[in-house]
């Protein structure tokens, strides 16, 4: 039925796990699929699975997966009929959409307007201040250090930094004092330059003890805009996300629904299509929740709203990129039991999380009922040392959140990997944890309580 209403072949702009998620929908729903590849991922699991390969560069990723000019001459030249970016890479970029368009090119993904209304993050917190949505206080226009000191001494401390054009934790930084300021100032925007060419930043007022929420959309272009309720990724080092879960264990029914309401009052607003993540900040002293960003994107954790939900996510992507209205309505939206998501990459924790590439020499992932395993990798397997360590996605489903727990440290238990390090210790630690048992852990939770008591 997809492939009758429009798209025929698809290429897919990205690699690793989120590649083969990709490949594996379009499989599903009877769409061809071709994959550009870097020298350095020729032996990639999706490249195998795709119809068709196509090496597009040498393995820095500027030079392939983010050389947009080379990836829209390799979907034509393949005559695919859409693209889908996945996550990271080009997937938020304005330019690379207008490209595609440009190239009768059907993108997987929301309009070019909306990408650079909710794309930038200071751009996105006044339209949110706009239509009413709460947003942390803070300073949008941070020129210089100065502006930073002055801003400190009005309102206080601590504060952060943070890019403007970005996201991922890159380009922030936490600043406690004002002895702090200009050494904080200098690497946050020239991280932001490196990381995004923009070197832009803005300031936010620093919540002590918060909570990271997020709510799930999905638009069609037909005036249809449903939530799929939340995740929380609360669990993070360094602001990058390490364990998800949904629904929250901290929020009530009543903040679940504000937080809702706001998701998707912002997404009509930009006249937003496609997959979209609200993020939010939940206040655990006050209760108040904040907005922090917009990704416009199928993100990384989708996999446990899918769980709760039984929405197949990519495939309602490719529905909207088809022209089609969604599959659901809100009232088709049920969540049900409790799904976590653990994030195994390749990298030594004792070491400070550094990356661990090199040959898989095992790779056994465990398989029962209420576990999934979404991954790129398989016995033999070289992890290049190119591109971010994830390995796979651990997601297990429970009746509720005891049961989702209990089989998460099942599935860690019978996780066979051998070659590289893994993460997969360091979830045992967590899930093992009275604070993650209880739902106490914060967003620094991990590096102010796990591994501060570790050392």
Request: hydrophobic content about 40%; charged content about 25%; some cysteine.
């Amino acid at each position: 039925m997809m492939a009758r209403a429009g798209i025929k072949r698809l290429y897919v702009a990205n690699r690793g796990e989120i590649a083969v998620r990709i490949i594996r929908a379009c499989q599903k729903l009877g769409i061809g699929t071709v994959i550009g590849v870097s020298t350095a991922d020729r032996e990639s699991l999706a490249g195998t699975l795709a119809d068709r390969a196509i090496c597009i560069g040498p393995p820095a990723a500027s030079a392939s997966y983010l050389n947009m000019e080379a990836v829209v001459t390799a979907a034509r030249e393949t005559d695919c009929d859409a693209v889908h970016p996945g996550y990271g890479f080009l997937a938020e970029n304005a330019r690379f959409q207008r490209l595609c368009v440009q190239h009768e090119l059907r993108f997987v993904g929301p309009s070019a307007g909306a990408i650079e209304s909710l794309g930038d993050k200071v751009r996105a917190r006044r339209i949110a201040s706009e239509l009413g949505v709460p947003i942390v206080a803070g300073e949008d226009d941070v020129e210089s250090a100065d502006t930073a000191m002055a801003f400190g001494r009005h309102a206080g401390y601590p504060f952060l930094f943070k890019a403007s054009a970005g996201g991922g934790g890159r380009g922030m930084r936490l600043v406690r004092a004002p002895h702090e300021v200009v050494d904080a100032f200098e690497s946050a925007t020239a991280e932001a330059r490196a990381s995004f060419g923009n070197p832009q930043i803005y300031i936010e007022r620093y919540v002590e003890r918060a909570r990271h929420v997020e709510i799930q959309l999905i638009a069609d272009d037909h005036g249809n805009v449903v939530h799929l309720g939340e995740r929380d990724c609360s669990i993070q080092r360094r602001h990058q996300k390490l364990i998800e879960e949904s629904p929250s264990p901290v929020i009530s029914d009543s903040l679940r629904s504000r937080m809702a309401d706001s998701a998707i009052r912002l997404a009509r607003h930009v006249g937003y299509t496609n997959a979209g993540t609200v993020e939010f900040l939940v206040d655990l002293d006050s209760k108040e929740y904040f907005f922090l960003e917009v990704n416009t994107r199928i993100q990384v954790e989708h996999p446990v709203t899918e769980m709760v939900t039984g929405v197949d996510l990519v495939a309602e992507q490719i529905r909207v990129a088809n022209g089609m209205p969604l599959s659901i309505s809100q009232e088709d939206v049920t969540v049900a039991g409790h799904a976590i998501e653990c994030r195994i990459n390749a990298e030594q924790v004792e070491k400070g999380f550094l990356p661990s590439p090199g040959t898989i020499k095992q790779w056994q992932p465990p398989t029962a009922d209420g576990i999934r395993v979404d991954t790129h990798c398989y016995s033999g397997y070289v992890i290049p040392p190119f591109y971010d360590s994830l390995m796979a996605k651990l997601i297990v489903h429970g009746r509720d959140r005891r049961a989702a727990i209990a089989t998460m440290k099942e599935a860690l238990g019978q996780f066979l990997v051998a070659g590289v390090h893994t993460t997969i210790p360091f979830h045992q630690h967590v899930l093992d944890h009275a604070d993650f048992m209880e739902g106490n852990a914060t967003t620094r939770w991990v590096e102010n309580t796990l591994l501060a008591n570790a050392t």
